[in-house]
Every structure is written in structure tokens, then in C-alpha cells.
């Protein structure tokens, strides 16, 4: 049986990204089948490297922020301070498909090899730059990681509860959706390419990627004139719906319809809720929360999680546990799902990395190999544009890769 299609194989794509925005875009084209050329300087590479948990794996430069994103990858050393290593550059944009950076806006210009720099020589190539405030504007030219976009983008105002607020999201939101936007852009041009033959500049600002995904409460505010409710674990659109305490913990449940909070109220025993005037209705179930609250909390905390999850479910109302991270890894859906990937690296061990989520019949995209060491593929990268061992030793031994 033959091996299926890769989606992307025989896309060339240069990633001069760092830490988390860019490798995240450029992982998900990697898992896809494309050739994603890293290219890190010479010293320690990209940041990541050297961030994470494990001290020594970060003195390997292979931390486990940079093995969380880079799998597929290939690595290239390359000091673009220097004129050689920006020929080398401009040689492999002359074969690729894609660049993809993050650097703050105008760096790779002034390297010259920006977008205008390599449109000359490749007119099919697609350049993705992406930044926190995106290429123009006023703030354009700012520094910017993921927690400054928290703050500034209104995300950290809409979290938590009114005894702990503002409240950042507990992993870099801002970074992965930032990357998961380059990504599908990087796609479409790609695809316009394909109808029209001519590759194209794609600005991406992590401050634009996040604020969409405020969609219903933005609309609130946009449309209705409400400003964002300090609800905590509650949603706004329905009660109940939220956290709530059971005998021996915490259980979600999101009864956001009519029929599903009747359901609930059945199943708990308390089927006169249903006829009081202050939880008949959805509005007026929104508005008295905090009265209906503590009647559920009453008879959810006579049972286990376990037990109510089931209970609910069988009635067709959406409810789970509040799982660790440790547990929610290992729960038999996602384990049935392939969500992570096993995939040895050298000097490193068994790694346990994310495959891509999206389920392809025919063109499926996995992890097929590990995150790479600091200049792995320098030589079979430039042995494949002319260069010969020798003069790669010389390059070497410049500092040029």
C-alpha cells in the first residue's frame, strides 16, 4: 500500500521565526508536509532553545518550548548580519515558496532581504511577517510579546471575576492564535498563487489575530451597548451554565437550552424551579444566576462528578469533569484521536509532541521527525543549492553558518 499524499510536499518554506508566533505557524505547515527550513543564528539559535522546565535540555539548546514546536523541522545556521550569509539567503529564496518571520517591522529590510528585496528574484514567493502591532500604525514599531497583547487587546479585562480581575488566559494566547492566522493566510496565498501565479506580502498583527475571537462579547458591546460582565467560570449566554460544586469537586455544565435547563432541573430533583418566574425564562435565569446558584450547588453536591456527568449527559445536557492538564492529556477520546505523537530525538529521549488536529483523509498530516538540533541540516541544505564540503567548512569556520 502506498504511503498517502502530504498536502504541502514540495513546498519550500524559510522560517526565520523565534520563539512561539512564528514556529507555531510554521509547525502546523511543517505537519502538513511542507520543507520548513529554520534558520537560526549560528550561537544559540532561536530563544526557545533555551526556555523551558528542564535546565538541561535548555543547555543543549533544545528546551522544552523549542521541542514543542519545531518537529518536522530542519535547522540551518546563518548570521544574516553578514554579506555571505545573506547571499546564501537570497540563493535559497530563489527555491522557496514561503519565508515566514517575526521579527519587529523593517528588520528584515534592513538585512535586505525583505519583501521587496526577494519579490525581485522569486515573484511567486509568499513573505508572512508577523509582529505584535503588524507593519504600520502608530504602535507599529513597538516590542510586543504575548502578555502585552493580553492587556492591550482586552483580554485580560474580560477574565475572571470581580475579586480577580484583570486575569491573564494561562498559556500565551495571543502567540498561538497569532501563529494559527499566519498559517491559514500563508495557505490562501498560497492557493491564490496557484489560480494566479504571483506570490504576495502577508502582515499579520497579533493584536488583530486575538481580537476576533471576543466575537459574542465585542458584539455586546458593539452592537448592544453592554460592556463585558466579571462573571469567573460562568457564561454569559446561559444559566445555568458554568462551574459548579459537586461532592467531590467541580463539575461543568452548560444547560443552554430550554429544554436542556429543564432537563437539569429534572435530574436533580428540583422540577419546581421550572415554574418559578425568576428562572422560567433564559433572560430572567441570566439575571438571577446568583439566587439559582446555590439551589443546584445544594443537590449537585450530594453526588460525585462522575455520577452527574453521566446523569446529565444521558439527558442530552452538555456536562464534563474539570480535568488536569496531566489527566485531560491521557483521557481515552484524545489518546483515541492520535492528539500526541511519539518521536525519539537524539540526545534528548522520547518526546511526546502535538500532531496536527485537523483529520485529512487523504493528505493526513503527523509528526514524522524531531525537532532538530542547532545547525542539523546546514550542510545537506547548502550541498543541495552548489555548495561543496569544503566551502561549507570555510563558512564554518568564518562564522558565516
Known amino acids: 500500500m502506498s504511503a498517502p499524499r502530504r498536502l504541502l510536499e514540495g513546498v519550500r518554506v524559510l522560517d526565520c521565526t523565534n520563539v512561539l508566533s512564528g514556529p507555531f505557524a510554521t509547525l502546523h505547515l511543517a505537519l502538513l508536509g511542507a520543507e520548513v527550513i529554520k534558520i537560526e ?10 526556555l523551558g522546565c528542564v535546565p538541561g535540555l535548555n543547555e543543549k539548546l533544545m528546551g522544552t518550548s523549542f521541542l514543542a514546536q519545531n518537529a518536522n523541522k ?55 511577517a508577523i509582529s505584535g502591532f503588524g507593519a504600520t500604525g502608530p504602535d507599529a514599531s513597538k516590542p510586543a510579546y504575548d502578555q502585552i497583547i493580553q492587556g492591550l487587546s482586552g483580554v485580560m479585562a474580560v477574565n475572571g471575576d470581580e475579586r480577580l480581575n484583570p486575569l491573564r488566559c494561562g ?7 497569532g501563529g494559527l492566522n499566519a498559517a ?28 476576533p475571537l471576543m466575537g459574542w462579547v465585542a458584539a455586546n458591546l458593539l452592537i448592544g451597548g453592554q460592556e463585558p460582565e466579571l462573571l469567573g467560570n460562568d457564561n454569559f449566554t446561559a444559566a445555568p451554565s458554568g462551574t459548579f460544586v459537586t461532592r467531590d469537586g467541580y463539575i461543568n455544565i452548560a444547560a443552554n437550552k430550554q429544554e436542556q435547563w429543564e432537563a437539569v432541573a429534572d435530574a436533580l430533583g428540583v422540577p419546581e424551579l421550572k415554574a418559578d418566574p425568576r428562572f422560567q425564562k433564559r433572560d430572567a435565569r441570566k439575571k438571577n444566576r446568583k439566587a439559582l446558584t446555590p439551589l443546584l450547588e445544594a443537590k449537585l453536591r450530594e453526588r460525585d462528578t462522575t455520577e452527574w456527568v ?43 509532541l502535538f500532531n ?35 566551502r561549507i567548512a570555510e563558512l564554518r569556520e568564518k562564522g558565516i553558518v
Open 171 to 177: 498559556f500565551p494566547v495571543c502567540d498561538t492564535v
Open 310 to 352: 453521566e446523569t446529565l449527559n444521558a439527558k442530552g445536557v452538555p456536562s464534563g469533569a474539570i480535568l488536569s492538564l496531566g489527566a485531560a492529556l491521557e483521557q481515552p477520546q484524545v489518546v483515541h484521536r492520535g492528539t500526541l505523537a511519539t518521536v525519539e530525538a537524539k540526545g534528548v529521549g522520547t518526546l511526546r
Open 184 to 211: 491559514f493566510a500563508i495557505m490562501a496565498a498560497l492557493y491564490d498563487r496557484e489560480r494566479t501565479g504571483e506570490g504576495q506580502f502577508i502582515d499579520v498583527a497579533l493584536l488583530d489575530a486575538i481580537m
Open 41 to 50: 543564528n549560528p550561537v544559540d539559535g532561536d530563544l526557545a532553545r533555551k
Open 74 to 128: 530542519k535547522s540551518l545556521t546563518l548570521n544574516l548580519k553578514e554579506s555571505e550569509a545573506k547571499a546564501i539567503f537570497r540563493k535559497l529564496a530563489e527555491t522557496a515558496d514561503v519565508v515566514v518571520e517575526n521579527f519587529r517591522p523593517g528588520v528584515m529590510d534592513r538585512l535586505g532581504v525583505g519583501y521587496a528585496a526577494l519579490k525581485e528574484i522569486n515573484p511567486r514567493l509568499v513573505f508572512c
Open 356 to 390: 496536527l488536529t485537523a483529520r485529512f483523509e487523504k493528505t493526513p498530516g503527523k509528526v514524522e521527525s524531531p525537532p532538530p538540533r542547532l545547525g542539523d541540516h546546514t550542510a545537506e541544505i547548502l550541498g543541495g543549492i552548489g555548495y561543496t564540503p569544503e
